[in-house]
């Protein structure tokens, strides 16, 4: 199956997997399945960034 996942959900399972569902994590983690990444959610996170509204544990680019 393929999944969108936004925003929330990108940052989340790379900083602070226990905010997401047992169902979003299981998605994620399944091998089966193909994730996809809008640009605009990276375009929306480098904006944040950029003005201090975000601080990520890993760079983004």
Do not use: C
């Not at 996942?5 to 299981?26: C, G, K, M, N, Q």
């Not at 959610?41 to 904006?47: G, L, Q, R, S």
Request: no cysteine; net charge negative.
């Amino acid at each position: 199956m393929k999944f969108l996942v936004d925003t929330h959900i990108l940052i989340w399972a790379v900083d602070d997997p226990s905010r997401l569902s047992p169902r979003a994590s299981a998605a994620l983690q399944d091998p089966a399945n193909d994730l996809l990444v809008s640009s605009g959610t990276i375009w929306e996170m480098a904006i944040k960034v950029a003005i201090g509204k975000l601080s990520l544990s890993l760079p983004y680019s």
